[in-house]
């Protein structure tokens, strides 16, 4: 479990979950964006694997376990209002489903 | 008005918002977290410079207005899946409130 020191610095949306912003250590690429409930947190302080909930399937998603694209997690932070996470990783292999190294690669344009 | 070709590419939320990482031109520190409704989107892309939804305040937040800490906007991506955007700025002074350089200064510890 969560401990409390670190729960009660964050502030969660309805459904229980912040969003977790994914870097890359070294290179400082922005991969993707993912969400965390307190025991995906919990899961990914304790493992060092990054751990999010999917908000599609409903359940813990352990990056990296079917695909093999693991992020080993270098540090965890918290935003100055507790709403968001900033995690620095090391990524292995792909970061986005499509194949790509990360998830931005359509630029909008006005 | 978002153009159509822009609008049907975004998955929003149910309040209509879209989460959008800012990150540091040049630095490629990850500097904050804000929200984007279509409106604040097409202010960002037609303007140049950072506009947002203030959840807080009901409001559009153009970065800086009060502050003078402008975020001018080099590009603005959309992730694989729709539902999260990436901007490169230009910022002036500090991202944060709290006068600190970006949001995420809070280490987090298991």
């Not at 080993?72 to 986005?96: I, M, Y």
Request: with cysteine.
């Amino acid at each position: 479990m969560l401990p409390d020191e670190v729960a009660r610095q964050l502030k969660r949306n309805a459904d229980g979950l912040i969003p977790a912003i994914v870097q890359e250590n070294g290179t400082g690429e922005v991969l993707m964006l993912a969400w965390m409930n307190d025991e995906a947190l919990h899961r990914t302080l304790t493992t060092g694997r990054a751990t999010y909930w999917s908000r599609s399937r409903g359940e813990f998603w352990v990056k990296g376990e079917t695909s093999g694209h693991h992020q080993h997690v270098r540090s965890v932070k918290v935003d100055c209002d507790g709403d968001t996470l900033l995690l620095t990783v090391d990524q292995t292999g792909a970061a986005c489903h499509t194949g790509a190294h990360n998830c931005f690669f359509t630029e909008l344009t006005k």
